[in-house]
C-alpha cells in the first residue's frame, strides 16, 4: 500500500528460496522455508528497474519513485537468481479520507492465541482450510468497503504474527472472503535486546508509522477484548485523535477470554474518548453498532423506501 504522490513507500515481500509447489501448505513448512537475506534485488515499476537489497529477514521496504493511478496495481520484481514474480500493490487515491485497520488473532480469525498447544497447532500443523473465520467479521468488512468505497478504501492487517505465514493468512482471508490488503507481520525469532519480539511495540510502531505516512486518512480500528488491542488503539487515538474514525472491539466469548487469559480493562481508554467504542460478540453486532453511532449509513433508510420495506442485510459467507 502507498500513498498518492510521487514517490511511494513499499513493503515489497519477503524473499525465499525457490522450492517445490506443494498443493497443501501446512503452517510448519512456511518455518522451514529459508529467507535470502542481505541480498540484491530489483522492483519494476511501470517499466523502470530499481536496484534495491532485502534486510536481513528477507524483507524489501523502501521507498521509491512511481506513478501509479489510484486502486491495486500489478509490479514485478527480480530476485538475485533471476526469478521473477509479480505482486500487488495499492494506492490510496488524494480525495481517499477513510480507511479499515484489522488485528487478525482472534479478530477475523479464531485462534485462541495464548493457549500454548493450541497456539504451536494453529501455526505449525492446520492448513488454510482447517482455520475458523469469526462469524460476521467479513459481512463488517463488506459493509465498512460499501459504505466509504469498495476499490477506494484501503483495509491494513495488523498481526503479531510472523511473516513466515503470510500466505497461509493471504489465503485464508481470500477463501472466507476478507477484502484483500496487505498484511502488517513481524519476524520470527529473538532480537538482539530480548528472547521474544514484543507484539506491543509491533502493532505501536506500525500504527504510528500509517499515522505518519497517510496523515490524511482516518481509520476505523478493528480488533478484540483479550489482548493489549484496547489499550494500544486507545494510546494511538491519544496521540492521533484526528487519524481514528471509531474503535470497533469484538467481545470474546467466555471460554475464549479463558485461553486468552481474562478480558483487558477497558473503561480508561473509553471515559472521554474523542472517538466512538463499540463493543458486540460478532461482525453484524459491530456493523449495528457502528450504524448506531452514525460512522456507517443506515441500509433501512434508503431514499424512498420505509423500514417495513428495507431489504434484509446481505450475509457474505465463504463458498466450499
Do not use: C
Not at 472491539?249 to 477497558?266: D, F, P
Not at 423506501?305 to 463458498?319: I, K, L, Q
Request: aromatic fraction near 8%.
Amino acid at each position: 500500500m502507498a500513498p498518492p504522490g510521487s514517490r511511494r513507500r513499499f513493503s515489497l515481500s519477503r524473499l525465499l528460496r525457490r522450492k517445490r509447489r506443494e498443493s497443501v501448505v501446512r503452517g510448519w513448512r512456511s518455518f522451514a522455508r529459508v529467507s535470502a537475506g542481505n541480498v540484491p534485488a530489483t522492483v519494476i515499476i511501470d517499466g523502470v528497474r530499481h536496484a534495491v537489497k532485502a534486510d536481513r529477514g528477507g524483507i524489501i521496504d523502501i521507498n521509491l519513485p512511481a506513478s501509479l493511478p489510484p486502486g491495486w496495481n500489478t509490479i514485478t520484481f527480480e530476485s538475485f537468481d533471476r526469478q521473477t514474480s509479480t505482486a500487488p500493490v495499492f494506492i490510496v487515491a488524494d480525495e481517499q479520507r477513510v480507511g479499515l485497520l484489522s488485528d487478525i488473532d482472534d479478530t477475523v480469525m479464531v485462534t485462541a492465541l495464548p493457549r500454548p498447544m493450541l497456539a504451536a497447532w494453529n501455526t505449525f500443523v492446520l492448513d488454510v482450510h482447517a482455520r475458523t473465520p469469526t462469524p460476521g467479521m467479513n459481512v463488517l468488512s463488506e459493509r465498512i468497503l460499501t459504505s466509504f468505497g469498495r476499490s477506494e478504501t484501503p483495509v491494513v492487517y495488523l498481526s503479531t504474527g510472523p511473516w513466515n505465514v503470510a500466505p497461509t493468512l493471504a489465503r485464508f482471508l481470500g477463501r472466507n472472503l476478507y477484502p484483500a490488503g496487505p498484511l502488517l507481520l513481524t519476524d520470527w525469532g529473538p532480537t538482539p535486546e530480548r528472547i521474544f519480539r514484543s507484539g506491543l511495540d509491533h502493532k505501536v510502531s506500525n500504527l504510528d508509522r500509517l499515522a505518519r505516512e497517510f496523515p490524511d486518512i482516518k481509520w476505523i480500528l478493528v480488533g478484540d477484548d483479550g489482548q493489549h488491542d484496547e489499550q494500544i488503539y486507545g494510546e494511538f487515538t491519544s496521540r492521533h485523535p484526528d487519524r481514528v474514525l471509531a474503535i470497533a472491539i469484538r467481545q470474546l466469548s467466555t471460554s475464549e477470554a479463558v485461553l486468552a487469559g481474562g478480558r483487558a480493562a477497558s473503561a480508561h481508554w473509553r471515559k472521554n474518548a474523542p472517538v466512538p467504542w463499540v463493543y458486540a460478540p460478532d461482525g453484524a453486532g459491530l456493523a449495528k453498532q457502528l450504524t448506531e453511532a452514525g460512522i456507517l449509513p443506515d441500509l433501512t433508510q434508503a431514499p424512498g423506501m420505509t423500514t417495513d420495506e428495507a431489504p434484509e442485510e446481505t450475509v457474505v459467507t465463504p463458498s466450499d
